[in-house]
């Protein structure tokens, strides 16, 4: 079996993640690694074993031995750089969000339509255990939803990541947080939106984003969907998620899942790992190797696009 080499873009907390999942996973060499400073991505590359740090991700493009890259770049340069990858012949994962306006989704999508390379987007709900469980359970026919009621709370009233670093870019609620559930309710429900509404709080004087927002969904089969985010929470940090269904109603917080009794319920043999990172990635490299449309491809997350689209301009 030969080896899959990945570069991984982005060397900072979320990219370090993927870089602990791909350890995991047989048939796997990270080759190069691009940040935005060249000593702290050395430092980075040096604790992971890999050969070739840079500040240049065209520099890494340019390399043979790169067979696909990981994006884990800020938010604005995700669309420009999943398709110079494309076009340099390299398989793309793309961390969510896929993009931050919907030209800039569509033109990616274009491009893998235009090369035939595998490009996905780091959609990881789709893979955690404790949604996958739910997913399983809808597959089989044993469980429609009639509603999710989601909570997605932070506390960040600075640029801070999650290992407390100062950020490059802004984060934002709409394009990058909601886009978690909009996917996933499209995705848990095999059915598109066909309503979608969005009130948002005040704009931050500094950051210049909204704090707070709540969002209405309705799919075409009728469930329904209400989603709370915040920057603002001081309390439990994360996302939250409540099925509500025919036959069970299931909570789910991040890995682990509750039934409606708040009993905790064993997810621990519905993949191979318990940790979605990996399981997303591992999705990439075997669709690389088998040739095929990975789950999360951009085809199939472009919808969520569209509705946050529709939703900028409700709240323009």
């Not at 994962?93 to 896929?98: A, F, G, H, K, T």
């Amino acid at each position: 079996m030969k080896n899959i080499r990945i570069a991984l873009a982005g060397a900072g907390a979320f990219g370090q993640k993927h870089l602990d999942g791909l350890k995991l996973i047989d048939g796997v060499e990270v080759t190069s690694l691009i940040g935005r400073e060249l000593d702290k991505t050395q430092d980075v590359a040096k604790k992971y074993g890999i050969g070739h740090a840079t500040t240049n991700l065209d520099e890494t493009l340019q390399r043979a031995d790169v067979d696909a890259v990981i994006l884990c770049t800020p938010t604005q340069m995700h669309a420009t750089q999943a398709i110079a990858c494309l076009n340099a012949g390299k398989h793309v994962q793309v961390e969510i969000p896929l993009c931050d306006n919907l030209a800039d989704g569509r033109h990616v999508v274009e491009a893998q339509q235009k090369t035939g390379l595998v490009a996905m987007c780091g959609h990881t709900r789709r893979f955690n255990p404790s949604h996958q469980f739910v997913h399983k359970k809808i597959q089989a026919g044993e469980f429609n939803i009639q509603q999710m009621d989601v909570q997605t709370y932070f506390f960040r009233r600075t640029n801070m990541n999650a290992l407390g670093q100062p950020r490059s870019w802004t984060d934002h609620l709409l394009w990058h947080h909601a886009a978690h559930t909009v996917d996933l309710f499209q995705y848990q429900t095999g059915s598109r939106v066909v309503k979608a509404n969005a009130v948002q709080g005040p704009i931050h004087p500094v950051l210049g984003i909204a704090m707070d927002m709540s969002i209405q969904l309705k799919a075409e089969n009728g469930a329904i969907c209400t989603l709370s985010l915040s920057f603002n929470n001081e309390g439990p940090l994360g996302t939250f998620f409540r099925y509500i269904g025919d036959t069970a109603t299931y909570i789910a917080r991040y890995d682990d899942l509750f039934n409606g009794k708040e009993e905790k319920l064993d997810v621990s043999k519905v993949d191979v790992s318990m940790n979605g990172i990996e399981l997303q990635d591992r999705e990439f490299v075997a669709a690389i190797r088998e040739g095929r449309e990975p789950n999360a491809s951009v085809r199939q997350v472009l919808p969520c696009y569209e509705v946050l689209d529709q939703l900028e301009k409700q709240l323009a």
